[in-house]
């Protein structure tokens, strides 16, 4: 199992640490970060690396702020 969490979001950018979970709820191996920023590129790679509530809170504030 993975677990996603937004270290830094802004209108720019956002930050994502990705970490694996086994079933005893152990952590394997070192935690992952991933920066993407607010542009048609990353917002593309961001919807295929992440899941969609994800998205949903990054696009959130990235659409607010119409970048």
Known sequence: MLK???ELLNENSVSIKTITINE???TIGE??????LNDEKERA???EDLPEYIQNAV???WDANNT
């Open 4 to 6: 996603y969490t937004i």
């Open 24 to 26: 005893n709820g152990e």
């Open 31 to 36: 935690p992952h970060r991933r920066a993407y």
């Open 45 to 47: 790679e961001l919807i």
């Open 59 to 61: 696009f959130a504030v």
